[in-house]
């Protein structure tokens, strides 16, 4: 496994024990880096009208498309770090 794997691994864990729950924007910043870093770009239908959280996460990460797996994943440890400051 990859150095750069290992930190991701470790931000993931780490984000579940954060001083303080970040806002909403830093929220979905983290899903959609994660969801990029693991996933690729977005795929499938963007969530209809009525699902407010589940078309804001999709738009979220669909701003991150053709970024690479590598740099979604660098990006999610940085801001992993910076939030537990």
Same mark, same amino acid.
């Given at each position: 496994m990859s150095d750069l794997q290992e930190?991701?691994?470790?931000?993931?864990?780490?984000?579940?024990?954060? @001083?303080?729950?970040? +806002?909403?924007?830093t929220l979905l910043k983290l899903y959609a880096l994660y969801k990029q870093g693991t996933s690729g770009d977005a795929a499938g239908e963007? @969530?209809?009208?009525? +699902?407010?959280?589940?078309?804001a996460k999709y738009d979220a990460w669909s701003a991150l498309a053709g970024t690479s797996r590598e740099?979604?994943?660098?990006q999610?440890?940085?801001?992993?770090?910076?939030?537990?400051?």
């Open positions: 930190q991701f691994e470790a931000a993931v864990a780490a984000s579940k024990n954060l @001083p303080e729950r970040p +806002d909403n924007n963007r @969530p209809g009208m009525a +699902d407010f959280i589940g078309r740099e979604a994943m660098r999610y440890v940085d801001l992993i770090d910076a939030l537990k400051d």
